[in-house]
């Protein structure tokens, strides 16, 4: 990165630290009910809850990697700037971390799919993230009436191979759409309290849960929405829902890891039974 332009990335930090006020409409998730609310704060509000020594003006770089379908690669988003995208680069844009965005989506996927495929432990050699977000929209196991056993399995085989990377893992779930927030909304929280029991299995610092569609579902109900502000189609959001997921989840993401970078906390996993 050229010098002028750290500079000037540094400065416009400092600002962010000394000046400027953020709106925050995301809440801290409880431990056991991951219950969200709404809140506001000012930015000295908020960087008075950072974790210490995460304001720094050097900047570092990282790579996130992102393991999910089509939701997750920014379908119905006219240039597929997913909820997902738009977070990471609202943390290069504000924070001292630029973040290298690696898109390993699979449109039409799962992961039982994807571990079919064994695809993950080469991308994870090859690309060497220091984050992968895992998020899956769920709704073609839905579809497909993915057995709970073969889905837990693969899901955990998803968190295994990337805790054994040095990667911290983020499992985000997707914004709200007409099928989850409808008719497949019972199956699809079922799938998503599996991912929760899976995650806790391993029993390792370095596996952070965000429930964005619970938050995206909150801040809905309190500004009288519903899906049909944020439809692209019944199976996705539209770039509306895209903004919206990927304000949440940067919210979410500064409220969980302050303004520095998010790193790995040594080898701190055990090992998940299958």
Same mark, same amino acid.
């Given at each position: 990165m050229k010098p002028q332009k750290v500079q000037n990335k540094v400065q416009r930090y400092k600002k962010i630290r000394n000046a400027v006020t953020y709106v925050i409409c995301a809440a801290a998730l409880v431990l056991g009910g991951w219950a969200l609310a709404k809140v506001q704060t000012s930015n000295k509000a908020l960087l008075e809850t950072t974790p210490p020594n995460s304001l720094q003006d050097k900047l570092t770089t990282e790579k996130v990697m992102i393991i999910g379908g089509s939701m997750a690669h920014g379908w119905k988003d006219p240039n597929d700037d997913s909820y997902l995208k738009r977070a990471?680069?609202?943390?290069? *844009?504000?924070?001292?971390?630029?973040?290298?965005?690696?898109?390993?989506?699979?449109?039409?996927?799962?992961?039982?799919?994807?571990?079919?495929?064994?695809?993950?432990?080469?991308?994870?050699?090859?690309?060497?993230?220091?984050?992968?977000?895992?998020?899956?929209?769920?709704?073609?196991?839905?579809? @497909?009436?993915?057995?709970?056993?073969?889905?837990?399995?693969?899901?955990?085989?998803?968190?295994?191979?990337?805790?054994?990377?040095?990667?911290?893992?983020?499992?985000?779930?997707?914004?709200?759409?007409?099928?989850?927030?409808?008719?497949?909304?019972?199956?699809?929280?079922?799938?998503?309290?599996?991912?929760?029991? *899976?995650?806790?299995?391993?029993?390792?610092?370095?596996?952070?849960?965000? @429930?964005?569609?619970?938050?995206?579902?909150?801040y809905m109900k309190a500004h009288n929405q519903t899906w049909q502000m944020y439809y692209g189609d019944s199976w996705h959001p539209n770039q509306a829902g895209h903004e919206l997921g990927g304000k949440l989840l940067y919210n979410e993401l500064i409220q969980t890891f302050g303004t520095g970078p998010i790193l790995y906390k040594g080898n701190t996993a055990k090992s998940a039974q299958s």
């Open positions: 990471f680069a609202s943390l290069s *844009d504000s924070t001292n971390t630029n973040w290298v965005y690696d898109d390993r989506t699979t449109v039409g996927g799962s992961p039982v799919i994807l571990q079919k495929k064994e695809t993950l432990q080469t991308w994870l050699n090859k690309d060497k993230p220091q984050v992968v977000v895992i998020s899956w929209g769920l709704l073609n196991d839905v579809y @497909d009436k993915t057995p709970m056993n073969k889905f837990n399995a693969a899901f955990k085989d998803e968190i295994k191979k990337s805790l054994a990377a040095h990667a911290v893992v983020l499992i985000v779930t997707s914004p709200v759409t007409k099928a989850t927030a409808l008719y497949d909304h019972d199956q699809v929280e079922q799938y998503i309290q599996n991912e929760v029991k *899976d995650a806790s299995a391993f029993h390792s610092k370095n596996i952070y849960f965000i @429930d964005l569609n619970s938050t995206m579902s909150t």
